[in-house]
């Protein structure tokens, strides 16, 4: 399968715990994005590498939030001292970085936290 | 505020009809359009794109159609068939200001969920 893969699928925390999850892109993809969607809401985009160079951050991205991709390939995302409201469907996914059209973003299946 | 709104939360057509999702948008800036499809407990997956220079692209039983002047684009699905029942994102994206190309983060609409019915 060479789509892109999230670890867990399925995460089960208490309020106050740091939680990480991991992000598989594309192997050829040098683009990865993290987005957060909450029932009822679209994706809302999180921030984003080029290579391993993190190039945006959404002000969602508070600073219990950190985003490494430090070898350009896969990533990581760490969620300290949890809080309920951070439960929600954590997405990733990656493109080419290279001009229009490959602007198309393909995602992986996504991460469920669950703050208990 | 919402940049991209979807203002149809769900949306029930026969099968063999043609099936119509509109989006509305307020950033006239954006550079390109895309639809997602989403099946429950998977992530979203690219269903079609349009530049904001273009008025119209098709892929099969699915087109889009940009009008920039109302700031508006809907995607039609014809004829649409039972495993077309999920939801649908709208999402819009500036190209990138760094070098290499590509895009920024997407914004997304609060999605369809359209219902096909035999």
């Known amino acids: 399968d060479t789509g892109v893969s999230q670890d867990p699928r399925h995460k089960i925390t208490k309020r106050g715990q740091n939680v990480t999850f991991r992000c598989d892109p594309i192997s050829e993809h040098n683009r990865l994005y993290w987005y957060r969607q909450t029932l009822g809401q679209g994706p809302e985009f999180l921030t984003y590498f080029q290579n391993e160079a993190q190039l945006e951050k959404s002000r969602l991205l508070s600073d219990r939030f950190s985003a490494e991709r430090p070898k350009g390939s896969f990533s990581t995302l760490e969620i300290q001292r949890t809080e309920q409201g951070d439960s929600a469907m954590y997405l990733c996914?990656?493109?080419?970085?290279?001009?229009?059209?490959?602007?198309?973003?393909?995602f992986g299946p996504g991460t469920r936290l669950t703050v208990l | 505020d919402q940049q991209v709104k979807q203002n149809s939360p769900s949306l029930s057509v026969q099968e063999g009809r043609i099936s119509i999702l509109n989006c509305d948008y307020t950033?006239?800036?954006?550079?390109?359009f895309l639809w997602y499809k989403k099946y429950p407990a998977e992530g979203p997956t690219f269903l079609i794109s349009?530049?904001?220079?273009?008025d119209k692209n098709e892929d099969g039983r699915f087109t889009v159609f940009l009008n920039k002047s109302a700031k508006h684009l809907s995607l039609h699905i014809v004829p649409s068939q039972p495993g077309d029942s999920a939801v649908y994102f709208c999402a819009a994206s500036h190209l990138t200001k760094y070098s290499g190309g590509g895009a920024d983060g997407l914004t997304f609409g609060k999605g369809t969920h359209l219902i096909i019915q035999p």
């Open positions: 996914a990656s493109s080419l970085g290279w001009e229009a059209p490959n602007t198309e973003q393909f």
């Open positions: 349009i530049s904001s220079i273009k």
């Open positions: 950033n006239s800036m954006f550079d390109y």
